[in-house]
Nanobody, 128 residues
């Protein structure tokens, strides 16, 4: 079983930056597809980014491409999400997800399954 724990959320003004981290416990990064998803009240869950060492990743959602960067830290067994040029519409609860490489297939990365492991979420608020 895999446990994922997010950290790094908070409040920032528009145009600012935040860095989220997700620690994966119970499995090495090489065997995991790790993704970031977000959801705000009244909206559908949205895929933000996903990465798997063995595949054609990373993937990014259209609304964050060019502003967010996902990366792996093998020494700490974490996946990081650097978020720059933040906008008010980026405000949401951000969740880290871990699954097998199947989640990181190009057509599947935005569609977690019942086998996907989730963190508890971390709030990101962008407001002036």
């Amino acid at each position: 079983q895999v446990h994922v724990v997010e950290s790094g959320g908070g409040s920032v003004e528009p145009g600012g930056s935040l860095r989220l981290s997700c620690a994966a416990v119970g499995e090495t990064l090489a065997n995991l597809c790790l993704g970031w998803f977000r959801q705000s009240p009244g909206k559908e869950r949205e895929g933000v980014a996903a990465i798997w060492p063995g595949g054609p990743t990373p993937y990014y959602g259209g609304s964050v491409k060019g502003r967010f960067t996902v990366s792996l830290d093998y020494a700490k067994n974490t996946v990081n999400l650097q978020m720059n040029s933040l906008k008010e519409e980026d405000t949401a609860m951000y969740y880290c997800a871990a699954d097998t490489w199947k989640l990181c297939r190009p057509a599947d990365w935005e569609s977690p399954t019942d086998s996907t492991y989730w963190g508890q979420g971390t709030q990101v608020t962008v407001s002036s």
